[in-house]
């Protein structure tokens, strides 16, 4: 299978899915492919198809949980969809550029609206499947349509208002099947220096609160709401500190779950259902979860 494979991008073959994502959990995987155009990445999907083989979209492993288990298929990897292109209050990206970079790209051409995902480190792609957000500011705001490979594997693009979203949630995310490819944002200008002094005070905001000295996968449960955020419950229930295996409840963030020690992925799910129980039993709160299993059957 790897020669056919060789002829939709660069193949990896055996490779462990722990430097793949933000946790540092995973087991191995058949093979990791990474396509360079949209050409090959058609034909690879319709030849996955006709074969069989299972197969899944990683971006930069931000927001998953990956198995211990071996993963007997392939794993697409969009790190060369890295188009990005700034015109006149406009910015077409790439589904394979991260946050950060899209933030800082954007604000060094004098424009505004970005700033809040400094901090995240997603993919265009993975931040639009989830509808990313922070500060009250989301992925969606400024979107103006995005290009897909749909489920029969035809090139479509849909206009924002074709796309349903809420909070941490998308038509993408709730329909599964379409391959996001790119996007394309509205921007607005804006004063460059109030925009760096922004990101600056909101990474001094995230050191501060966050642990990002450890491996994780960000948030762990999207809030019940604004006023009552999953955290607050979680450290008001005493969680801090409570963990499995190498896996953590965050001492500085309860909504936060940590690899403080060659945690494994059964480590990290189950301390995620044990805080989800102890919610549900204590607050009668049934708390949904942000991040995505990947991988287990």
């Given at each position: 299978?790897?020669?056919?494979?060789?002829?939709?991008?660069?193949?990896?073959?055996?490779?462990?899915?722990?430097?793949?994502?933000?946790?540092?959990?995973?087991?191995?995987?058949?093979?990791?492919?990474?396509?360079?155009?949209?050409?090959?990445?058609?034909?690879?999907?319709?030849?996955?198809?006709?074969?069989?083989?299972?197969?899944?979209?990683?971006?930069?492993?931000?927001?998953?949980?990956?198995?211990?288990?071996?993963?007997?298929?392939?794993?697409?990897?969009?790190?060369?969809?890295?188009?990005?292109?700034?015109?006149?209050?406009?910015?077409?990206?790439?589904?394979?550029?991260?946050?950060?970079?899209?933030?800082?790209?954007?604000?060094?051409?004098?424009?505004?609206?970005?700033?809040?995902?400094?901090?995240?480190?997603?993919?265009?792609?993975?931040?639009?499947?989830?509808?990313?957000?922070?500060?009250?500011?989301?992925?969606?705001?400024?979107?103006?349509?995005?290009?897909?490979?749909?489920?029969?594997?035809?090139?479509?693009?849909?206009?924002?208002?074709?796309?349903?979203?809420?909070?941490?949630?998308?038509f993408f995310k709730e329909t599964?099947?379409?391959?996001?490819?790119?996007?394309?944002?509205?921007?607005?200008?804006?004063?460059?220096?109030?925009?760096?002094?922004?990101?600056?005070?909101?990474?001094?905001?995230?050191?501060?609160?966050?642990?990002?000295?450890?491996?994780?996968?960000?948030?762990?449960?999207?809030?019940?709401?604004?006023?009552?955020?999953?955290?607050?419950?979680?450290?008001?229930?005493?969680?801090?500190?409570?963990?499995?295996?190498?896996?953590?409840?965050?001492?500085?963030?309860?909504?936060?779950?940590?690899?403080?020690?060659g945690a494994t992925s059964k480590?990290?799910?189950?301390?995620?259902?044990?805080?989800?129980?102890?919610?549900?039993?204590?607050?009668?709160?049934?708390?949904?979860?942000?991040?995505?299993?990947?991988?287990?059957?």
């Amino acid at each position: 299978m790897k020669t056919e494979l060789l002829h939709f991008g660069h193949v990896k073959e055996e490779e462990s899915l722990k430097k793949y994502n933000t946790f540092r959990i995973g087991g191995i995987c058949k093979y990791i492919i990474e396509p360079e155009t949209v050409e090959k990445l058609v034909k690879l999907l319709k030849y996955l198809n006709s074969k069989e083989e299972k197969y899944f979209v990683l971006g930069n492993g931000s927001n998953v949980i990956i198995s211990d288990e071996y993963y007997d298929g392939v794993v697409i990897r969009l790190n060369h969809f890295d188009r990005l292109d700034i015109t006149v209050n406009e910015v077409k990206v790439g589904a394979g550029v991260m946050l950060p970079r899209l933030a800082i790209s954007t604000m060094n051409e004098g424009y505004t609206g970005f700033e809040w995902a400094c901090g995240i480190p997603g993919t265009v792609g993975g931040a639009i499947y989830g509808n990313a957000e922070a500060y009250k500011e989301s992925i969606f705001d400024h979107l103006v349509d995005v290009t897909v490979i749909t489920p029969n594997c035809e090139v479509k693009t849909f206009l924002k208002s074709e796309l349903s979203h809420s909070y941490r949630t998308s038509f993408f995310k709730e329909t599964k099947g379409y391959l996001i490819l790119e996007a394309t944002f509205s921007l607005q200008k804006g004063d460059m220096e109030e925009s760096r002094m922004k990101i600056e005070k909101r990474k001094a905001k995230r050191m501060e609160t966050q642990p990002l000295e450890y491996p994780s996968a960000g948030s762990v449960f999207r809030n019940p709401s604004p006023e009552n955020p999953s955290g607050k419950i979680i450290e008001e229930l005493g969680l801090k500190g409570l963990s499995v295996g190498g896996a953590q409840v965050s001492h500085k963030h309860a909504n936060f779950i940590i690899n403080i020690s060659g945690a494994t992925s059964k480590d990290v799910r189950n301390l995620i259902e044990l805080v989800h129980k102890e919610v549900k039993e204590q607050c009668d709160i049934d708390l949904i979860m942000e991040q995505e299993y990947v991988g287990w059957d």
